[in-house]
């Protein structure tokens, strides 16, 4: 079996902590299955800013670029809030970005049984909830040209943005989405206001499509995406997978990630064209309240190396045992700090990834 070619880019804050965490599931697993990992491991952002002077090194880009996955903590933190703008350590995950090419933006919502009463809504709601959006991250609003603040010269300015997306760049992220899909429940939503906009209406008709040409065996749907905000809160259950634009998906992405209620728990990843490597971090930042307390949650950057494994390196297996022996810690009533619940134990960072490779290896006993 090939190696699997993986850079580590801890970052800032917890980053570190965390990633410390991932590495540990890695060991477990080199120990324990057939997979093998180079880990090749960097400094991305401030702390890139320190070792090199800029937020991204050259020669951190090129190792990314040959790897099969990239698992990052966090960036950015106070001791970098005074820094030239253009080398601030966000600056270094926008640049990872757009060389990558990582135009399509995965974020689920799960809900774990044991953290049902973490979610804002009622529990029948949300139990067993299992949606993925899929959101444009190169495109739309956020790039177009013309852009910017003129001044109109009788006292008033004016801004303003171009919400542009081309046939290619719909069908891409398009295709991204169903064929996800076919692995799920075969389910795509897509969302546009294609009612009151051009960039919309053919979005719309580039998916229908596109769906008509390869994938008519995937059930789908069309929804305003004011409409798909309310029903993600109304019936969020009807979803599998949506699909939408970079503004939309800005939006809708972080609303339904809340309906899971805790954002210790929640990962994401970023790909680009077929055979590139993908990128895959946490939705949380760097938590410089917390750095180096050991009070970091660490189930948002194992989980998203579980996404690494199911959608870069082709091993859905083992992604299905991290994430069951996520839910059996959390069945456990092991918590960290960020989802404690009456009636459960709180235990620190390093112990959450330790609870999690004692669940892997209970787990393979009894599959034994
Ligand atoms: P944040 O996500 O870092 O923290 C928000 C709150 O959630 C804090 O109270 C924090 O303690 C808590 N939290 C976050 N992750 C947690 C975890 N894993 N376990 C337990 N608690 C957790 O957002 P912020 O405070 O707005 O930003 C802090 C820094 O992170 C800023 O410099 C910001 O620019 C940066 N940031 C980076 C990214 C990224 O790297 N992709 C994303 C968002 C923010």
Same mark, same amino acid.
Request: aromatic share 6%.
């Given at each position: ?54 937020? =991204? ?22 001791? /970098? ?42 529990? !029948? ?43 290619? !760049? ?10 996800? &899909? ?20 053919? /979005? ?21 995406? #004011? ?27 972080? !609303? &339904? ?23 895959? !971090? ?6 410089? #309240? ?22 870069? =390196? ?23 700090? #960020? ?14 990834? #330790? ?14």
């Amino acid at each position: 079996m090939s190696m699997h070619k993986l850079v580590l880019l801890p970052g800032d804050g917890i980053g570190p902590e965390v990633m410390a965490e991932v590495r540990k599931i890695i060991g477990w697993l080199e120990q324990n299955t057939d997979a093998s990992f180079g880990a090749w491991e960097d400094a991305l952002g401030g702390a890139s800013i320190d070792k090199y002077g800029v937020p =991204l090194a050259d020669e951190v880009l090129e190792a990314c670029r040959n790897a099969d996955a990239i698992i990052m903590g966090s960036v950015g933190g106070p001791k /970098w809030d005074g820094v030239d703008y253009n080398i601030r350590p966000e600056a270094g995950l926008l640049k990872l970005r757009k060389e990558l090419d990582l135009f399509a933006n995965l974020r689920p919502a799960i809900v774990f049984d044991a953290l049902v009463d973490a979610s804002t809504l009622k529990p !029948e709601i949300v139990k067993g909830l299992d949606i993925l959006i899929v959101r444009e991250l190169t495109g739309g609003v956020y790039f177009g040209e013309p852009r910017g603040i003129e001044d109109l010269g009788n006292g008033e300015r004016r801004g303003f943005n171009t919400q542009t997306y081309t046939t290619s !760049e719909i069908r891409r992220v398009g295709a991204v989405a169903f064929e996800l &899909a076919r692995k799920r429940q075969n389910r795509v939503c897509s969302a546009e206001k294609a009612n009151v906009m051009e960039s919309g209406k053919l /979005w719309r008709e580039e998916i229908t499509k596109l769906h008509g040409e390869k994938y008519d065996d995937v059930e789908l749907s069309h929804m305003y995406a #004011d409409n798909c905000a309310m029903q993600l809160l109304r019936n969020p259950q009807q979803f599998d997978v949506i699909v939408t634009d970079n503004l939309f998906g800005d939006i809708l992405s972080d !609303e &339904a990630a809340m309906l899971t209620g805790s954002l210790g728990m929640l990962p994401s990843a970023s790909l680009g064209k077929p055979g590139t490597p993908g990128l895959y !971090e946490p939705v949380h930042g760097s938590a410089p #309240d917390i750095a180096g307390q050991g009070k970091a949650n660490p189930l948002a950057t194992i989980l998203s190396f579980a996404m690494a494994l199911r959608y870069s =390196l082709n091993r859905g297996d083992l992604a299905d045992r991290i994430e069951t022996a996520a839910q059996d810690v959390l069945s456990q009533g092991l918590r960290t700090a #960020d989802i404690m619940a009456d009636g459960c134990k709180e235990i620190s960072t390093s112990e959450m990834g #330790d609870a999690l490779v004692s669940a892997l290896t209970q787990a393979m006993a009894e599959a034994a």
